[in-house]
């Protein structure tokens, strides 16, 4: 598992940090060594949230989200965004190839273990596919979410 996404789960929300670990290795096994999985996003704060939102409406650029601080999933540390690396070098976002030769595209292989474990895929939206990111089921409404207590490092208590 590369350094970045070692980082990356361990700003995840406690309860699923285990579990996205697992899910990385697997991952990593089923591809089988020329495409690795990386984590780029996981938890967002609130405020980096709001930056990516004004982006496209009070900041110039094209508009990147339609989520504000605190209605993205990604803010209470249940969604990561994926790519993969290949040969330990460059990045892909590529969701049909297939890398290691299994007829099956790598992505996909990612998200059925994802699944496995009980993580939405963002290309299974009807309105707006986000194909590099996954959210826990369970725990991927905003506006629950929004409710809960904080604890003293700011994620919500289950
Ligand atoms: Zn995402």
């Not at 789960?9 to 089988?32: D, G, M, W, Y």
């Not at 405020?47 to 993205?72: H, P, V």
Request: charged letters at 35%; hydrophobic letters at 30%; aromatic letters at 12%.
């Amino acid at each position: 598992m590369d350094k970045y996404t070692e980082q990356r789960i361990k700003k995840l929300h406690p309860s699923v940090r285990n579990e996205v670990k697992n899910i990385i290795e697997e991952c990593n096994k089923a591809l089988t060594g020329k495409a690795k999985i990386r984590i780029t996003q996981g938890l967002r704060t609130f405020k980096e949230q709001d930056d990516l939102y004004n982006i496209g409406r009070t900041k110039k650029g094209k508009k990147l989200t339609r989520a504000k601080g605190g209605q993205s999933i990604h803010n209470y540390g249940f969604a990561v965004d994926i790519c993969l690396i290949i040969d330990n070098k460059q990045a892909s976002w590529d969701t049909l190839k297939d890398w290691d030769n299994d007829q099956v595209a790598d992505w996909f292989e990612c998200v059925k273990i994802f699944a496995k474990f009980g993580w939405n895929w963002g290309g299974n939206w009807k309105n707006f596919k986000d194909l590099p990111h996954f959210e826990k089921k369970g725990y991927n409404d905003w506006r629950k979410l929004s409710k809960l207590k904080k604890d003293e490092n700011d994620y919500v208590i289950l």
